[in-house]
């Protein structure tokens, strides 16, 4: 399989966990996937000869195009969040890939609904699912999408949210009134993660992407934590 570039986006499979805070970037590979007339399909972990190419781990929803000449992978892990190395590992060996050649597309509680953040590398920030691709990979040198999933204009992300409460708010759904940013945001970074697919540099992704959205004015700072900071996810 000569992928040139895979897009990973983490979330949880299952009815259960759609349109949850927690699923963001399963739900800008889906607009992805519809917006390049691909479909999600179930991966295949055995050659045409019958031969296994992966082990039973591997699981994911995966969708295969071809932009500018270069093959690429969509993918969909099907492992829950804390387990999202199991796939991008894999994949990356097989394909003969090196990290940097794994774009991540992740929500961040770090960062207030609508805002969106792009890292060449870094630390997981205490998020599992970022955790697990680096254990598995052995190294950060990935670059990572994260989407903002925080209170809306509290730019103090996750400070908005009591710890306790962490983990019941980023597996809740969106609120009705959160529809509107939500649906701008993922077609901003649908539009993001297809630039980098056609070769766009990470600099100039960054200067594009990185703070307010066009048309939208920065909210009061007060401490505004760096989604690298370490926090429990």
Known sequence: MGWHRIVLGIGNPG????????NAGFMVLDLLAQRLGLSLERL???????SRTFSGRVKARVGEGRRKGR???????????????????????????????LFVIVDDLNLPLGRMRIRPSGSAGGHNGLESIQERLGSDGYPRLRLG?????????????????????VLAPFLPE????????????ADC??????????????GTYNGPMPGEEPPPRT???DPDEPGPR
């Open 15 to 22: 009815p259960e966990y759609e349109g949850t805070r927690h």
């Open 44 to 50: 295949e972990r055995r050659a045409d000869d019958g």
């Open 71 to 101: 093959e690429f992978l969509l993918v969909k892990p099907q492992t829950y969040v804390n387990l999202s190395g199991d796939v991008a590992a894999p994949l990356l060996r097989h394909a003969g890939l090196a990290p940097a050649s």
């Open 149 to 169: 999933i925080g209170p809306p204009g509290d730019d103090a992300g996750s400070e908005g949210v009591k710890s306790a409460d962490w983990p019941d708010f």
């Open 178 to 189: 959160e529809r509107e940013v939500l649906g701008r945001v993922l077609g901003r970074a």
């Open 193 to 206: 993660a297809e630039a980098w697919l056609d070769g766009q540099d990470l600099p100039t992704l960054m």
């Open 223 to 225: 401490r505004a934590r």
